[in-house]
């Protein structure tokens, strides 16, 4: 199954029906919706990193510095974290190839 589109991280289409599905989350805990960030299919999971969220009581944009995997077979979101101390500093409008 190849994937062609996306909008807000809950409906997909593929290229094989053209037609959108609900993947939206069944369980558990899901990041901060964003915008900006960067996001690559890998397998069977999305991987979705850095970007914007606009917090609505501050009226204002905060970077994110987070990475998350959404798995399609299982529904759910995991947030990824690095072995080291570095990591990538905040960022925005990114590529994010595989």
Known sequence: MALVGLVLLCTVTTILTLRWEDVSP??????????????????DSMI??????YDHKARKAR??????????????????TADS??????????????
């Not at 979705?48 to 969220?53: I, M």
């Not at 970077?63 to 947030?79: L, V």
């Not at 101390?85 to 595989?98: A, E, G, I, N, Q």
């Open 63 to 80: 970077w994110k510095d987070d990475t998350w995997a959404y798995s399609f077979s299982g529904r759910n979101w995991t947030q990824l």
């Open 48 to 53: 979705v990193s850095h970007g914007y969220h």
């Open 85 to 98: 101390l570095v990591k990538p500093s905040s960022r925005t409008t990114h590529p994010c190839l595989w």
């Open 26 to 43: 069944l369980h558990g805990t899901t990041p901060m919706v964003r915008y900006s960030h960067a996001a690559t299919v890998l397998g």
